[in-house]
């Protein structure tokens, strides 16, 4: 789902159709991210932040449970992610497409 966001706040670009991330947005030191995976109860992700002075690159770590008979059926899941700083002017980069998924704020 994008929403546009609120004058002055880093602008979210449309999801792009190989990304696993379908909207990020910035909440003081934190990234709110939302993706879809398998079910919960065979599949656990991790969000994991690199961070330079001008960009901010997301990787999304996938667990399966070994052994189990999983239903092949999406779920949305939303994780918090901490910066070590505010996000400010840098963008939001996924780790594995190089799409651009946060803009710099206007």
Not at 10 to 33: C, M
Request: aromatic share 6%.
């Amino acid at each position: 789902e994008w929403r546009r966001p609120a004058a002055g706040h880093p602008r979210t670009v449309e999801p792009q159709p190989d990304s696993r991330f379908s909207s990020v947005t910035a909440s003081g030191s934190d990234l709110i991210v939302t993706f879809t995976g398998g079910v919960h109860a065979c599949f656990s992700y991790t969000v994991v932040p690199t961070e330079t002075d001008q960009k901010v690159t997301l990787a999304l770590i996938e667990r399966t449970s070994a052994n189990k008979r999983c239903v092949e059926m999406a779920q949305v899941y939303e994780r918090r992610v901490p910066l070590a700083k505010p996000l400010g002017s840098r963008s939001v980069i996924d780790g594995r497409t190089g799409a651009l998924l946060l803009g710099p704020a206007r």
